[in-house]
C-alpha cells in the first residue's frame, strides 16, 4: 500500500490519511484503497469494482513481468474476466452492510501473507 499511498497523497494533497494503522511493512493496500476512493469521492459500488479489477490487473501485470508472457494474451484474458468481476463487485457491495462475520470471505489470504513475507526480503521482486 506504500506506493498507492504516495500517489494518493501526491494526487489529494487535501485528504487526510491520517487514520491509517502505523504497520512495519506500510498500511495495508485494501485500507490505502479505501481511503482514496473516499477521497476521489468514489461511492461504495465504484470503490468495489476499482478493488476487483485493481486485483485481477495487478496480478496480470506482475505476471507479464516476472513470468514473460504475452501481453496482449494476457489483456485477452482480463477482458474474459470483466463480467465476473463486475458480478464480485456487486456482490461485494450488497454484502457491504452485514455484519463481519457474515461478509464472505472468497478472497486469496494468501496473496496477502506473501505480501506480508516479500516486506521482509532483502531482495524485492518490484521496487516502488
Do not use: K, M, N
Request: glycine share 8%; hydrophobic share 50%.
Amino acid at each position: 500500500g506504500r506506493a498507492l499511498l504516495r500517489a494518493g497523497r501526491a494526487i489529494w494533497p487535501e485528504a487526510s490519511f491520517d487514520d491509517l494503522p502505523s504497520t512495519p511493512g506500510g498500511a495495508h493496500q485494501p485500507l490505502v484503497l479505501g481511503l482514496l476512493c473516499a477521497a476521489a469521492g468514489l461511492s461504495r459500488a465504484e470503490t468495489a469494482t476499482v478493488a476487483v479489477h485493481g486485483t485481477v490487473t495487478g496480478a496480470a501485470s506482475a505476471a507479464v513481468r516476472l513470468l514473460g508472457l504475452d501481453p496482449y494474451q494476457v489483456q485477452a484474458l482480463l477482458v474474459g474476466l470483466a463480467d465476473l468481476c463486475d458480478g464480485t463487485a456487486a456482490a461485494a457491495t450488497r454484502a457491504a452492510d452485514d455484519p463481519p462475520e457474515r461478509l464472505p470471505a472468497a478472497a486469496a489470504p494468501l496473496a496477502d501473507i506473501h505480501a506480508e513475507a516479500h516486506a521482509t526480503w532483502e531482495v524485492r521482486l518490484f521496487a516502488s
